[in-house]
């Protein structure tokens, strides 16, 4: 079947020349295919959007097209909506100059790190994966990187941080469509508004649960003190720079854990377990993410509230702790056969309208900053934003990271127990510093 459409020269979209992230290969040919890749799809997309008003139509055949696609099975499970089926469908149906035949499989966002490299002929033309898995897919020449649209669209959207988040080598391999971070949900019968603004204010009145023996929560205390996770003097990503828990700085923070730990206000629970006991009653705060938020509103009803993480108070000063936050993204196969169909169905997933649905049908917090801004009025929409643009921090992605989290398990462990004390507490940090730098193997 024919189909009417604006001509558009199909050829230059075809034969891209498609560059991978990593450095399989020639350093040299490698970059030269990114400069390619990013010319030539910057150059399509002008002609596609620059054609005068005295182009003619004429009756094209549409271009046949078989793409695959892997996403959470959630995503594709007709009892939540089948988000991404939906969209894909719609995509289709706004592009009539391509024909597309979709395949679907199933992967979870952190498993495509290790199950796009194992067969790149099998792996999926489109994917979504967390972005704390780039370097592993980027080492292995997986991903495209965006260039020309595509590019300036993402940046355009997005919070500068998830772009960071989603940035190798200098160059922006993903298509953000959510949020990974936590802020923190509270009774409003137990604290004000002010109140949440400080632990030690909450810790006077209630109950507050956060899993200091978990590495990823654990991380907003050091952080909030100037401690950093492969991140130089500016700021920026740094694999060299490696993991700073050491110094002063640290040590304030420990010093603060082993008193926080033996108060009786505060609790060491997991987000799983802090929602039963918010249930009960036998807590009014916790630390977690988007993902409970529709049970926590269910338990709270009116008194249901949302918050940014709280300030601690350090050598007398407020200090505004500081969470983790990573993307989850859209990816597009370097070895695609159809690399601007990929491509633009990777930003047409993380577009306004899909990231809308998203949300509606999935509960997934939305990171595309205009979307963000009219669904202000959600508690949620609205914390997770503030939390991501004003108070995370990028979570680096360098394979190193997986050195911390064990250390910190067992660390934080140590807090909690009482093993941790003001007299050891810069021996014990010291300690803890030097294994989060290390893989143990010698």
Not at 165 to 191: A, E, N
Not at 314 to 333: E, Y
Request: hydrophobic content about 35%; aromatic content about 10%.
């Amino acid at each position: 079947m024919k189909r009417k459409v604006l001509a558009v020269t199909m050829a230059a979209a075809m034969v891209l020349g498609m560059a991978g992230c990593g450095n399989s290969g020639s350093g040299a040919s490698t970059g030269a295919a990114n400069d390619n890749v990013n010319e030539s799809v910057g150059t399509v997309s002008t002609a596609q959007n620059e054609q005068s008003e005295s182009s003619k139509e004429e009756t094209v055949e549409p271009v046949d097209v078989s793409l695959t696609v892997w996403s959470p099975s959630e995503d594709q499970d007709p009892e939540v909506g089948a988000w991404l089926v939906k969209m894909c469908d719609q995509f289709n149906e706004l592009h009539p100059e391509w024909n597309i035949t979709f395949e679907y499989g199933v992967c979870t966002e952190s498993s495509a790190k290790k199950e796009v490299p194992k067969d790149m002929e099998a792996a999926a033309d489109v994917f979504i994966y967390g972005s704390t898995g780039i370097e592993n897919l980027c080492s292995e020449n997986c991903l495209t990187e965006l260039g020309g649209k595509y590019l300036e669209e993402v940046k355009a959207n997005s919070p500068e941080s998830l772009v960071d988040c989603l940035t190798y080598d200098g160059g922006v391999y993903g298509v953000p469509i959510t949020t990974d971070t936590y802020f923190m949900y509270y009774d409003k019968s137990v604290f004000t508004d002010e109140d949440v603004k400080s632990m030690e204010k909450m810790l006077e009145k209630g109950k507050v649960a956060c899993p200091i023996t978990n590495g990823y929560y654990l991380a907003c205390f050091y952080l909030a003190n100037g401690c950093t996770f492969f991140t130089d003097e500016n700021g920026n990503f740094s694999r060299e720079a490696g993991i700073k828990l050491d110094g002063d700085n640290a040590v304030a923070v420990t010093d603060y854990l082993v008193d926080l730990a033996a108060n009786e206000n505060f609790v060491n629970a997991e987000p799983a377990d802090a929602i039963a006991m918010m249930r009960e009653g036998s807590v009014n705060a916790y630390f977690c993410g988007s993902w409970q938020a529709a049970q926590t509103e269910e338990i709270l009803g009116d008194n249901y509230g949302v918050a940014i993480v709280p300030s601690i108070s350090l050598n007398g000063k407020d200090t505004q702790l500081r969470p983790f936050t990573s993307a989850k993204a859209v990816g597009v196969k370097s070895t695609t056969k159809y690399p601007e169909v990929a491509l633009n169905l990777a930003l047409y997933l993380g577009s306004h309208d899909a990231q809308k649905a998203h949300y509606e049908l999935r509960g997934y917090v939305p990171c595309n900053t205009k979307l963000t801004a009219e669904l202000s009025d959600s508690m949620i929409c609205r914390v997770d934003s503030e939390t991501v643009s004003e108070v995370a921090v990028p979570r680096a992605a360098f394979m190193e990271m997986s050195y911390y989290w064990t250390p910190a398990e067992s660390f934080g462990t140590e807090i909690r127990d009482g093993v941790v004390t003001h007299a050891n507490a810069a021996e014990k940090t010291a300690a803890f510093n030097m294994s989060a730098n290390s893989s143990g193997v010698e």
